[in-house]
């Protein structure tokens, strides 16, 4: 059971990362201006907020072995893949 919730946790933190990429990634581009520096910044801010949150949330499994965490979050990142993809299908069909 440890290893299922450990897996929702991960692909839950998979898609934070991937939201949180796609949503910054049309601020921050060349050239550099006062949006792009107000964009890291509150990225910067949501990055060290987050990985306080996550610190927290993962203690309590620290008694999975590191590779096992390894074994357990490639699935983990296959399965956002797949949703990210199927949403791109679904989001392209409907809008």
């Known amino acids: 059971m440890n290893y299922v919730?450990?897996?929702?946790?991960?692909f839950i933190l998979f898609l934070a990362l991937f939201v949180i990429?796609?949503?910054f990634d049309h601020f921050i581009s060349k050239p550099f201006t006062s949006v792009d520096l107000?964009?890291?910044?509150?990225s910067l801010l949501i990055g060290i907020i987050g990985?306080?949150?996550v610190s927290k949330i993962y203690r309590q499994f620290e008694?999975?072995?590191?590779r096992?965490?390894?074994l357990i979050s490639i699935p983990a990142f296959i399965l956002l893949?797949?949703?990210?993809?199927?949403l791109g299908v679904l989001g392209a069909m409907f809008f």
């Open 38 to 42: 107000i964009a890291m910044c509150i």
């Open 51 to 53: 990985y306080r949150l």
């Open 5 to 10: 919730k450990f897996c929702i946790y991960q």
């Open 68 to 70: 096992n965490k390894i």
């Open 63 to 66: 008694n999975i072995r590191l």
């Open 81 to 86: 893949l797949l949703f990210a993809g199927l």
């Open 21 to 23: 990429t796609i949503i």
